[in-house]
């Protein structure tokens, strides 16, 4: 799981200690979130591609502190590994991640209303935001944001929206009971939905590597999502009974929002969407559905009017030729 | 180039399959099976080097001029699902290969049970051709005062032996000849290939000096080493020496800069004896000829080298489209032996889309235990 970055928390401090104590907080910080499933801290494109000129105080900036003698080698190698990763992001994955067709997000920083990328994809992957601590608005364990979004009526609302938030190891037990429900009911969810799926969706059949895979999502928000949308391919099964599978008219009449895959993704990443059936056929499912930060893979076979579910789990990759 | 391979009941792989780019590094735990994939490529070549494309009709040899896989039970998957061991192969120009071999387990030979495939079109791809394809395995030729020649190694099959035997003997030969690739050439040394060399060495060791020299009465050849110019230019050193990894890399560089576009290079940890810096650098000598057109297969345990490569994403000296990373693992929820392919893909920052458990993390593992 990620946790998203705060670019609002880049501000210029009063003098260099401040700015060596606020960066070797974030290290610790991000180390510990490491420890208990936060694997990534992901950051925006903004800060990503011009981190070495970041300003830490009037003339000191983040290339300055990565060639400072006086901080710690591990500890500047150990944040080039946590910056240099990870893929950047930009306002667009306040689309991607949005229910709704359009989501921007203020927060009150010292009595100004400002627009904030980061905190309001992480309110919306409903995971923790990370921040330096550089002000005191940033060393709480939550932050009030105000969201603006066209509702699916096409009106434009707003409401004040809660994002969890982390910048001191200490957030981290307090964040540390919601981690454990989250991650709890997402393995019960996961149990449920292999133990139960044939009275679940009696007429959609779950091939043997989604058992694997659903154990693999960890802690999703997106998992009763997921269950929705089979119910309504399970009912789309149950009506199928001649004809072959047709995606157009199950797109017009559901909400499933079914894709196919682009002839490069296929070329390049079929051997990711082939799984077997039960019966040994080893057959590709390009078509999937989406919801959140998890896809489902299934194939309609033509001859015995069955789909099989053969992936439930992160998406995969595809090709951007 | 090769698009597609498709594995069936295949030493680590029930089934498997991945899609190839001009560069592809395959990464992963020892024993994962990513030797599995370049063994399939080199069987079959080494079938028809051997007996002509004809001979996929009669079955392959699993013991060749490349390879000794061993018999048939050595080939075999332990979770096979069939009799029968499978290879799929597309290639680019639309050309494939369907080949079904049916299981013998005390046969170096596996004979024909179903295939598919044109012999005057598979003919013309590059892994079955002389001239345009090298490979060089993970055990190379250590450091030596002689090395072998082959004038029908390098003149006919511009081959530098499985092993990187020929190297010093197609240097002595080709030095003076131009590199087919602009892209691979550093400006401030003249184009020929042993200047080249000397050049992208010199990356690694400032101003290093390879004399390669052919003797024909004694049907051998030989390498020296110097270093500086000019007056503080030290005497020649033989490979022996001077550092391991001086030798031990040469056929990986000269591999790549006597390439030419539309070649194949199969290489197995190039990054062998290299320092740091250096492993960096061949991650940039391969982007670089792998977006001249050159396609490279490339099995590495190198975080320097895939580091590499991703700067050389970021300095847009190769479109992310045409690399591949594939990091093989092995699950361990599963009671069968199952290795999954697993694709990070680079990003145009040169970051990478997913950086899977195991996959390089052990420098952040160990920076870790420090800070603690």
């Not at chain 1, 290339?63 to 080039?80: A, G, I």
């Not at chain 2, 190839?20 to 990513?34: A, D, I, P, S, V």
């Not at chain 2, 539309?262 to 492993?279: A, K, V």
Request: glycine share 6%; hydrophobic share 35%.
């Amino acid at each position: 799981m990620d946790c998203i970055f705060n670019e609002l928390s880049i501000v210029q401090l009063p003098n260099i200690p401040v700015a060596q104590d606020v960066l070797n907080s974030f290290v610790k910080t991000a180390m510990d979130a490491k420890r208990v499933g936060f694997e990534r801290i992901r950051i925006t494109e903004s800060v990503g591609q011009n981190l070495y000129n970041l300003a830490l105080t009037d003339r000191y900036f983040v290339s300055h502190w990565l060639e400072d003698p006086t901080v710690d080698t591990e500890l500047k190698n150990r944040f080039r590994l946590i910056v240099a990763n990870p893929p950047l992001f930009n306002k667009d994955e306040l689309f991607q991640e949005s229910e709704f067709k359009y989501s921007e997000f203020k927060v009150d920083v010292d009595g100004l209303m400002k627009d904030v990328i980061g905190l309001g994809v992480a309110y919306l992957m409903d995971t923790l935001s990370v921040s330096l601590r550089t002000n005191n608005k940033w060393c709480e364990t939550a932050i009030s944001l105000q969201r603006s979004y066209f509702d699916s009526d096409e009106n434009l609302c707003e409401d004040l929206v809660n994002v969890l938030h982390l910048s001191d190891t200490t957030h981290l037990e307090y964040h540390s009971a919601w981690l454990e429900q989250k991650r709890r009911s997402s393995l019960q969810k996961s149990a449920d939905l292999w133990k139960k799926r044939e009275e679940f969706f009696p007429n959609i059949v779950l091939c043997g590597d989604v058992q694997r895979q659903i154990t693999r999502i960890g802690f999703s928000s997106h998992f009763d999502q997921i269950i929705s949308r089979l119910r309504t391919l399970d009912h789309v099964a149950s009506q199928w009974k001649e004809g072959n599978f047709n995606l157009d008219s199950i797109n017009q009449k559901t909400n499933l929002r079914i894709s196919g895959e682009s002839k490069s993704t296929l070329r390049k990443f079929s051997g990711e969407r082939k799984f077997k059936l039960p019966d040994g056929r080893r057959e590709l499912h390009e078509f999937h559905i989406k919801t959140g930060d998890l896809r489902f893979h299934f194939f309609p076979d033509n001859e015995s009017k069955t789909i099989y579910v053969g992936y439930i789990g992160p998406h995969l990759n595809t090709s951007s030729e | 180039m090769i698009q597609r391979v498709v594995l069936h009941n295949f030493k680590a792989f029930q089934y498997a399959e991945i899609g190839l780019e001009k560069l592809n590094l395959f990464t992963g735990m020892n024993g994962m099976g990513k030797s599995s994939f370049i063994q399939s490529l080199l069987l079959l070549r080494q079938s028809v080097l051997f007996g002509g494309a004809s001979m996929l009709r009669n079955g392959v040899l699993l013991k060749g001029q490349y390879i000794e896989i061993g018999n048939g039970k050595d080939a075999q998957n332990i979770n096979a699902d069939s009799d029968n061991i499978g290879f799929e192969i597309d290639f680019e120009d639309g050309t494939s290969l369907s080949l079904e071999y049916s299981f013998s387990a005390e046969s170096d030979f596996l004979g024909c049970h179903n295939v598919r495939f044109k012999e005057e079109e598979i003919l013309k791809q590059v892994l079955f051709t002389h001239g345009n394809f090298q490979y060089l395995s993970a055990e190379r030729k250590s450091p030596s005062n002689t090395f072998s020649s082959s004038s029908s190694q390098i003149s006919l099959y511009h081959s530098l032996g499985k092993f990187g035997e020929f190297t010093a003997h197609y240097i002595a030969i080709y030095q003076r000849q131009p590199l087919h690739l602009a892209e691979l050439i550093i400006n401030e040394a003249p184009n020929t290939l042993l200047d080249q060399i000397d050049a992208w060495y010199s990356r690694i060791t400032p101003n290093t000096h390879l004399k390669a020299t052919y003797f024909p009465e004694l049907d051998l050849a030989k390498l020296t080493f110097s270093f500086g110019t000019g007056t503080d230019a030290t005497p020649e050193f033989t490979p022996i020496n001077v550092g391991f990894g001086f030798t031990y890399v040469l056929p990986v560089i000269t591999a790549v800069l006597a390439a030419k576009k539309g070649d194949l290079i199969i290489i197995e940890n190039p990054e062998s004896h290299l320092h740091p810096q250096g492993q960096a650098q061949l991650g940039e000598l391969f982007a670089k000829a792998a977006q001249a057109g050159v396609q490279l297969i490339i099995e590495t345990h190198s975080d320097h080298l895939l580091n590499g490569v991703r700067v050389a994403v970021k300095k847009q000296q190769i479109i992310p489209e045409n690399v591949s990373v594939f990091y093989f693992e092995r699950s361990n929820e599963s009671t069968e032996h199952i290795t999954e392919i697993i694709q990070p893909q680079i990003d145009k920052n040169g970051r990478l889309s997913q950086q899977p458990k195991g996959f390089f993390d052990e420098y952040a593992k160990q920076l870790d235990q420090l800070l603690q």
